[in-house]
């Protein structure tokens, strides 16, 4: 009990630092792709909502709805839209974000572990050039990054512990950002003209404490997420250019709470923070602290 108190001081209590946010780029939240309901129940259906505080004052509200069919014990599919009102000096803008296609197989169970494979895929609703009154608008204000991206990942289930790892690839980049820094009277966001993002990959590590009635159930998780490569964007002279210091590391604790009502009524509480950061975050996705809440309704 000492080391999960412990925990908890070390995640509430570093929430000034900043980090890339987890639930826009969607890396971070496919672990719910993993997770399955009780095996009577064929269908799953998930309402969230999630704030956050990003740079330069920035709050973001970001609710999203998610369905889940599983098939049999082996295949499952889910589906989820998101959508961002992201408020701040600029104005505030408010649109849908991303849709989300995913796909899991999990092999059969063998003393007290099991393998799950993940295949999924997000699709845009906008080209990442939101505008106020006519004014480009950076990444920060974007409900999306514009790219159709692949996500290919793994999970190890063993007794309380899960470990997944995951990579989120651009195949498709949609992204008209025409946002310069050079023109918009403030320095606190970096130019993404035209911008390009390099893939993600994750590693994540997560331990379940349940009370004796199995009412409620504790999840620590450490996110360990790697840029692989430095972004790009056109500048003024149409030239592309590399955003230095926009590739590496990224580490964020994240402590969720889950109460079931009953085997199909849940609903849950997840607050996030980072660790370690990278040096420029360019895509927007900068986050100094995350709340979250989620009900899950299974039938």
């Not at 630092?17 to 993993?34: E, K, L, M, R, Y």
């Not at 006519?134 to 289930?157: A, K």
């Not at 911008?195 to 009370?211: C, G, H, N, V």
């Not at 490569?229 to 500048?235: C, I, L, P, S, V």
């Given at each position: ?39 009577q129940f064929k269908n799953t ?159 994540r590590a997560s331990y379940s ?91």
């Amino acid at each position: 009990m000492k080391k999960i108190l412990f925990l908890l001081v070390i995640v509430f209590g570093v929430n000034k630092t900043w980090a890339q946010g987890c639930s826009d780029a969607g890396i971070c939240s496919i672990n719910h792709g993993f997770q399955t309901a009780e095996k009577q129940f064929k269908n799953t259906i998930e309402v969230a909502a999630v704030y956050s505080l990003g740079e330069a004052d920035v709050q973001y509200f970001s609710p999203y709805v998610s369905y889940t069919k599983r098939f049999n014990d082996r295949y499952s599919f889910t589906s989820k839209v998101t959508l961002s009102t992201a408020h701040g000096s600029f104005g505030t803008r408010t649109q849908l974000g991303d849709a989300f296609l995913i796909g899991n197989y999990s092999f059969k169970e063998k003393k007290n572990s099991q393998w799950s494979a993940l295949l999924g895929f997000k699709f845009p609703f906008t080209a990442s050039n939101l505008k106020i009154n006519g004014y480009s608008l950076p990444l920060d204000y974007q409900s999306s990054l514009g790219t159709i991206d692949l996500f290919l990942g793994t999970n190890f289930h063993y007794r309380r512990w899960d470990f997944n790892a995951a990579l989120q690839i651009p195949v498709i980049n949609l992204n008209k950002n025409s946002y310069f820094k050079e023109y918009s009277g403030t320095d606190d966001f970096p130019s993404t003209n035209l911008f390009e993002r390099k893939p993600d990959a994750l590693w994540r590590a997560s331990y379940s404490i349940k009370t004796p009635n199995k009412k409620i159930t504790f999840k620590p998780n450490l996110l360990f997420i790697y840029h692989l490569g430095e972004d790009t964007y056109e500048n003024i002279f149409s030239q592309r250019e590399s955003i230095k210091g926009s590739d590496g590391l990224t580490v964020n604790g994240n402590w969720i709470t889950t109460y079931y009502f009953n085997k199909q009524n849940s609903i849950e509480l997840s607050a996030a923070v980072p660790f370690v950061v990278r040096d420029i975050r360019p895509d927007g996705l900068t986050r100094s602290f995350v709340l979250g809440i989620l009900y899950q309704y299974s039938f």
